[in-house]
């Protein structure tokens, strides 16, 4: 396992693992997911993968991006129809708290995956880091508390945009830019975000901080470990 793929957070159990199937419908300027989930070393998954294109074919988060994706996902799931399918997410975690048209059953997005990630360690206080516009970091925030969990402080990098550029020395800085005592109050620090290269930072800042970190792929994997571990949501 790389020292950029943490492992003891998508293992679970002493039980041999079932094989699990997981389509994963991608946005369609999104190069970090395929990158980083292979990364995570789920040998008893495999990922199926179709790209969502949002009819304003645009890559900058707005409204017309997040509600193309949600209604683009109908005919994406389409392409999978033949596929013995365990699960399907959104790989996408703004379009989870953002509002639009309903998702086909049984698709779920990399916001929920985020939300059953910090209950699968036990989070109940985060800080939150992401590369949005302030305002969608702060509904982010707003999403995260009507859940059920206190979000003790929140930067951003106010971007619409680029997220795939973003370097990893620039993540942690935004990490390390948070208030001390709120990270350390905090039982989990969130990346939220899929478009964005975290693995290379996660190892470190759990190192310097002492707590999970949680990017939105993170998560997505540790979803897809629980479902090959019978673990569904």
């Given at each position: 396992m790389p020292a950029d793929a943490p492992g003891h957070l998508v293992s679970s159990g002493s039980r041999p693992p079932a094989s699990a199937r997981v389509g994963v419908l991608l946005p369609w300027a999104n190069m970090a997911v395929e990158a980083e989930l292979p990364r995570l070393h789920l040998r008893n998954t495999v990922f199926h993968y179709a790209r969502l294109v949002p009819a304003s074919r645009t890559t900058a988060i707005d409204a017309s991006f997040w509600h193309g994706l949600r209604a683009a996902a109908t005919d994406a799931l389409g392409s999978?129809?033949?596929?013995?399918?365990?699960?399907?997410?959104?790989?996408?975690?703004?379009?989870?708290?953002?509002?639009?048209?309903?998702?086909?059953?049984?698709?779920?997005?990399?916001?929920?995956?985020?939300?059953?990630?910090?209950?699968?360690?036990?989070?109940?206080?985060?800080?939150?880091?992401?590369?949005?516009?302030?305002?969608?970091?702060?509904?982010?925030t707003l999403a995260l508390e009507a859940a059920g969990l206190k979000v003790l402080a929140e930067a951003s990098l106010d971007l619409a945009d680029g997220y795939p550029q973003i370097p990893p020395d620039q993540i942690a800085d935004l990490v390390n830019s948070l208030p001390t005592p709120a990270i350390r109050a905090a039982d989990a620090v969130v990346l939220s975000c899929t478009g964005w290269h975290t693995l290379p930072v996660l190892d470190n800042l759990q190192s310097r901080w002492g707590k999970p970190v949680i990017s939105s792929n993170l998560a997505m994997g540790m979803y897809a470990a629980g479902l090959s571990w019978g673990a569904c949501l």
């Open positions: 999978m129809t033949h596929l013995p399918l365990d699960a399907v997410i959104l790989a996408c975690t703004s379009a989870g708290f953002t509002g639009g048209p309903p998702l086909p059953p049984r698709v779920v997005t990399a916001f929920d995956a985020l939300l059953s990630a910090l209950a699968a360690v036990g989070a109940e206080r985060v800080v939150l880091a992401t590369p949005y516009p302030f305002q969608v970091t702060r509904a982010e």
